[in-house]
């Protein structure tokens, strides 16, 4: 069974930071790309980064490029997302998802998702 749990949500003001963890079951982690994604209220769900299986290439999405940073830790089986600078225009849901394609990832879509974590950035 996979399973993906996040944490690390929270309330923080406009330029402020977080770092979102999502915590992976060992055997997804080890053969699986992972993203983070977001849906705001009354917003589609929307790609945020993406970290190859093996942790060699990231992707981003151009509003969050230069300030938010997608790692893993292979020892912890956990995908990090370090937000800096955070806008208000970031708020939203975070989820992060497990597939077996990097490709798949980062046009969107995952196979395993996780429950997601609340992130509110105040002006």
């Known amino acids: 069974q996979v399973q993906l749990v996040e944490s690390g949500g929270g309330l923080v003001q406009a330029g402020g930071s977080l770092r979102l963890s999502c915590a992976a079951s060992?055997?997804?982690?080890?053969?699986?790309?992972m993203g983070w994604f977001r849906q705001a209220p009354g917003k589609e769900r929307e790609f945020v980064a993406g970290?190859?299986?093996?942790?060699?290439?990231?992707h981003y999405a151009d509003s969050v490029k230069g300030r938010f940073t997608i790692s893993k830790d292979k020892a912890k089986n956990t995908v990090y997302l370090q937000m800096n600078s955070l806008k208000p225009e970031d708020t939203a849901v975070y989820y992060c998802a497990a597939d077996p394609s990097t490709t798949t990832v980062v046009a969107g879509n995952g196979h395993y998702w996780g429950q997601g974590t609340q992130v509110i950035v105040s002006s």
């Open positions: 060992a055997r997804t982690f080890v053969s699986y790309a």
């Open positions: 970290i190859s299986w093996s942790g060699d290439s990231t």
